[in-house]
C-alpha cells in the first residue's frame, strides 16, 4: 500500500506510526512544514515552506490566512507527487491547520482519512472546568468557530475520520460522532518500559534511582492547560509533609495551546512570584525541554508521575509514564477515566484542588506497595489497549477499508 501521511508538524502524532507501517512494507511518504537533515528510515519526507502573512491580512483572521497558504503548499507537493507517478492508495493527515482543504482535488479516487484532532469550544480550553478562569473573553468564540471550520471542511471531503479517544471524538457535534473510529495511534511499549537499574543524573550533586522519593511533572508547555498552577500550588503542601521529595519538571516556559501569561517570566515565573517563601527550591528541579530519552529516564524513576488537563487531548506523555511503570495521578475528567481507574492502574483528583493532588502524591510517597501495584496496572493498560502493535495494525486496517 502506498500510504502519504501529511501533519504540518510532522511526525507529530505520526511519530511511531509512520516507521511501523515503513517496517511493515507499506511505500510511506509524508508531507510536514520543517525540514530535516534526517527522517525515520523508510520514509520519503518532503518539507514544503510558507510565508507568514502580513499583518494586514487580506482576510478577516490571520491563522485562517496562514490555513489557506498551508493548503496550497500542501496541494502542489500533492500534484508534484502525482505528476511524478507515485499514486497514493490512502492519505492520512492531520487536519487542524488546513492541510487537507484541496486534497481531494488531487487525490479524487483515493482514500482520504481525516484526524480532526478536535472540536475547540470554551470548555476544553477550560472554561467552567478551570475554576481560576472567568468569563469567556471577547472575541474567543470567534476564533473558536474559525479553527473548527478546518475540521469541518476535512470531516466534508473525507472517507473516514479517526480520533485517538473517545473524549476528542466527542467533542464534535453529535450527528458526525458516528463517523469516526477511535484508534490511539500507539505507544513502544518496548523501549517506554520499567527499568529498575535506571540512573538518572539531574546535576552533578543529585542521582536519583527508582524507590527514591521522586514526583514529575511534565508538558510541552508549562501552562494553565495541563494544569501547571495547580501542580505548583500543590508543592507547599507537599514538601511540608515529605522533607526529602525530590520534584522534576519538564517542559517549556512558554505560550502552548492555552492563553499567554502577562508576567515577563511566564507562568513559572508567575507562579514562583505568588508562591514566594513557600518552597524549598533546592528539591524543585526546573529542567526546561529536555530530549525524549532523558523524559524516559524522568518516567522510569518516578515514585509519582502527576498529569494534570482541561478536558482537551490526550497527551503522550501520560502514556509513555504509564508505560514506564510510574503510578500516576490525573486529574478526574471524562478524557483521563478512559486511561486510569480510580485505585486500580493510577489515582484521579479534583483539577481544582491543589491540597488534594499533595495528599495523592503523599500516598504514592510513603506507600511503596500501592504505587508498584498501581504502576505495574498501569504498564499492563497501555500493553493492553495502546501498543504500538496493536495500533498500527488498526491503522492498516483502517487505510486499507
Not at 30 to 40: D, H, M, S
Not at 227 to 251: E, K, Y
Request: proline fraction near 5%; charged fraction near 20%; hydrophobic fraction near 40%.
Amino acid at each position: 500500500m502506498r500510504v502519504l501521511l501529511i501533519h504540518q508538524n510532522f511526525p507529530g502524532q505520526f511519530r511511531h506510526l509512520a516507521g511501523a507501517l515503513a517496517d511493515r512494507g507499506h511505500d510511506v511518504v509524508a508531507l510536514g512544514r520543517r525540514a530535516y537533515e534526517t527522517t525515520p528510515e523508510g520514509i520519503t519526507y518532503g518539507a514544503y515552506a510558507i510565508e507568514e502573512p502580513e499583518l494586514a491580512s487580506t482576510y478577516s483572521d490571520r491563522s485562517l490566512e496562514l490555513a489557506l497558504r498551508r493548503a496550497s503548499k500542501v496541494r502542489a507537493a500533492s500534484l508534484q507527487l502525482r505528476d511524478s507517478g507515485w499514486i497514493a492508495d490512502a492519505v492520512l493527515f492531520h487536519s487542524s491547520w488546513g492541510e487537507g482543504l484541496y486534497l481531494r482535488d488531487i487525490w479524487a479516487d483515493q482514500r482520504l482519512v481525516a484526524y480532526p484532532e478536535l472540536y475547540a469550544t470554551p470548555w476544553v480550553m477550560g472554561y467552567g472546568f478551570d475554576s481560576t478562569l472567568g468569563d469567556v473573553p471577547e472575541g474567543l468564540c470567534i476564533t473558536i468557530r474559525n479553527s473548527n471550520l478546518l475540521a469541518l471542511a476535512a470531516i466534508a471531503d473525507s472517507d473516514a475520520l479517526v480520533a485517538p479517544t473517545r473524549s476528542q471524538r466527542d467533542s464534535f457535534p453529535e450527528h458526525l460522532q458516528q463517523r469516526f473510529q477511535i484508534i490511539h495511534e500507539g505507544i513502544d511499549t518496548d523501549s517506554l518500559a520499567p527499568y529498575p537499574n535506571r540512573c538518572l543524573v539531574v546535576n552533578p550533586t543529585l542521582v536519583l534511582r527508582p524507590g527514591d522519593p521522586v514526583v514529575s511533572y511534565c508538558s510541552r508547555h508549562l501552562e494553565p492547560l495541563r494544569g501547571f498552577h495547580i501542580f505548583m500550588r500543590s508543592l507547599p503542601l507537599l514538601q511540608r509533609h515529605h522533607p526529602t521529595v525530590q520534584v522534576l519538571i519538564a517542559g517549556a516556559n512558554g505560550t502552548g495551546y492555552g492563553a499567554s501569561s502577562t508576567h515577563p517570566g511566564g507562568h513559572l515565573g508567575a507562579l514562583l512570584e505568588e508562591l514566594e517563601g513557600q518552597l524549598d527550591l533546592e528539591r524543585i528541579h526546573i529542567l526546561g525541554r529536555i530530549s525524549h530519552q532523558h523524559l524516559r529516564g524522568i518516567f522510569q524513576a518516578s515514585a509519582a508521575h502527576v498529569y494534570l488537563t482541561y478536558p482537551y487531548t490526550l497527551s503522550w506523555s501520560l502514556l509513555e509514564a504509564m508505560s514506564c511503570g510510574a503510578a500516576v495521578i490525573g486529574s478526574r475528567c471524562a478524557l483521563l477515566e478512559e486511561v486510569i481507574s480510580h485505585g486500580e492502574n493510577g489515582l484521579l483528583v479534583d483539577f481544582n484542588c491543589p491540597e488534594q493532588l499533595s495528599e495523592a502524591m503523599l500516598q504514592l510517597l510513603e506507600d511503596p506497595s500501592l504505587r508498584h501495584s498501581l504502576g505495574a496496572a498501569g504498564r499492563r493498560t497501555v500493553e493492553r489497549y495502546y501498543s504500538l502493535e496493536a495500533c498500527t495494525s488498526a491503522y492498516e486496517a483502517l487505510l486499507l477499508g
